[in-house]
Antibody, heavy 117, light 110 residues
């Protein structure tokens, strides 16, 4: 059974960079036909797709976040990471890492990241 | 902001049926598969329906999906108190080159 687990700071200061890592167990991140990515949910609001990376390294990002986002993969550690630069209070959210094939079929439990000084 | 529109809320009594609509366009629902997700309070979303109308293993047949043109529908029959949750549709948008989620619908069991 595939398991995804997010890790990273729960508090980030405004204008700094948010960095999260997703550790994947129970399967290889190098598997073809799957995208690995991030989705966030501001408190009390809906789901927002951030972006995906394929095992080949190809990336797709939400146009509204594209200038500040990067997703990378480390196949040797079976994990992938998110970097979001120049954060503001609007970036406060629960961040989920997830696998997407025909649909987003596996989700991490989510980690709350608060942007505050 | 979302390109997929859902009703904010639907409700029905236990045992009844509810349907949730998801309205989009030719760049998303009209030409790509739709998925549906259930988010119970305080938990991560869970996949309910993929490729418009397929259920992953373990999802009861009380949940069904359909699509017509640029709209999709999730149906829940035999409503149970445990079905109280937020439900989201999702699909790829070919114009945006981005995955998009619906605005979300809260299901209340009366």
């Amino acid at each position: 059974q595939l398991h995804l687990q997010e890790s990273g700071p729960g508090l980030v200061k405004p204008s700094e960079t948010l960095s999260l890592t997703c550790n994947v167990s129970g399967g290889s991140i190098s598997s073809s036909n799957y995208y690995w990515g991030w989705i966030r949910q501001p408190p009390g609001k809906g789901l927002v797709w951030i972006g995906n990376i394929y095992s080949t390294g190809n990336t797709y990002y939400n146009p509204s976040l594209k200038s500040r986002v990067s997703i990378s993969v480390d196949t040797s550690k079976n994990q992938f990471s998110l970097r979001l630069t120049s954060v503001t209070a609007a970036d406060t959210a629960v961040y989920y890492c997830a696998r997407r094939g025909a649909a987003v079929d596996y989700w991490g439990q989510g980690t709350l990241v608060t942007v505050s000084s | 902001q979302s390109v997929l529109t859902q009703p904010p809320s639907v409700s029905a009594a236990p045992g009844q049926k509810v349907t949730i609509s998801c309205s989009g366009s030719s760049s998303n629902i009209g030409n790509n598969y739709v998925s549906w997700y259930q988010q119970l309070p305080g938990t991560a979303p869970k996949l309910l329906i993929y490729e418009d109308n397929k259920r992953p293993s373990g999802i009861p047949d009380r949940f069904s999906g359909s699509k017509s043109g640029t709209s999709a529908t999730l149906g829940i029959t035999g409503l149970q108190t445990g079905d109280e949750a937020d439900y989201y549709c999702g699909t790829w948008d070919s114009s945006l080159s981005a995955y998009v989620f619906g605005t979300g619908t809260k299901v209340t069991v009366l």
